[in-house]
């Protein structure tokens, strides 16, 4: 239900699929990760006491992207250090990815919906080295 890729020692990406299901709060990520990744199951009638968040300054190093399949056939890839391959995951619906490190590509291999959460600003093609698979 709850899937790692490490290239070495290094989390790459963490995988949710649709049927994970626990009660209560369960995060995915370390308290250090830039991008946090939690899972929340309440009964009804539970209250979450109002709250904001306070503006903290943050220092981000990578983009991590959040990919949430609302439909369809996702394959991503996942490269190391040398632009090779080294791992695959197919994602269905209702699978959840947080891509934290390192590169990756992705295949559709049925018509896709998803929904992509990252940190900003987005920066364009300044944002990101596109290469060619080997």
Known sequence: MIEEIRFNEDLWAIIVRDSFNR????FFTDN???QQLAYMSHAKGKMIQPHFHKPVPRAVDYTQEVLFIKS???RVDFYDHNRQKF?????LKGDVILLSK??????VLEDLSMIEVKQGPYLG???KIKF???
Do not use: A, M, N, Y
Request: no cysteine.
């Open 23 to 26: 009660s209560g709060i369960t």
């Open 32 to 34: 250090d990760s830039s």
């Open 72 to 74: 369809g056939k996702l």
């Open 87 to 91: 791992d695959s995951r197919i994602l």
């Open 102 to 107: 390192g590169s990756h590509g992705f295949e």
């Open 125 to 127: 093609e300044q944002d």
């Open 132 to 134: 060619e698979v080997k």
